[in-house]
């Protein structure tokens, strides 16, 4: 298992889903190949409840990482999870074009390109 894929199930240990039971783990690796992990967080205020790839994500640039290259999404799910429609934006509007990693508890993994998830992307060129 690779180090990323570790960080994000390890992660994914410390997720607080006391409402939906549904664990998301998340690790994003930088340029410089340092990762930062993420996890879940839910509120009673679902509005609230932050995911772990945001999490994650704002960790990394909150440490100063500015360029990533690969991200993990791991849950205990018989299927794959990707990221939600939320996430796949912040990581478009942070990271650009990377590569999405998800993978779950049988051993499945599957990689895209963050574009094949979220295809024609509204990024901060449209604004101008």
């Not at 509120?43 to 960790?59: D, H, I, N, P, Q």
């Not at 963050?114 to 992307?121: F, Q, V, W």
Request: glycine share 8%; with cysteine.
């Amino acid at each position: 298992m690779s180090e990323l894929l570790r960080a994000a199930w390890e992660s994914r240990d410390h997720a607080r889903a006391d409402y939906s039971n549904f664990r998301v783990g998340a690790a994003i690796e930088a340029a410089d190949g340092t990762v930062f992990g993420g996890c879940n967080v839910e509120s009673s205020s679902y509005g609230l409840t932050m995911c772990a790839e945001r999490v994650a994500v704002f960790k990394a640039i909150s440490e100063g990482a500015r360029e990533f290259r690969r991200v993990a999404v791991v849950t205990d799910t018989p299927s794959l999870t990707p990221p939600c429609g939320a996430c796949r934006q912040v990581l478009w509007d942070f990271c650009g074009d990377i590569e999405v990693i998800l993978a779950n508890r049988t051993g499945e993994t599957r990689t895209y390109r963050l574009t094949d998830l979220i295809p024609d992307a509204f990024d901060a060129d449209r604004l101008r």
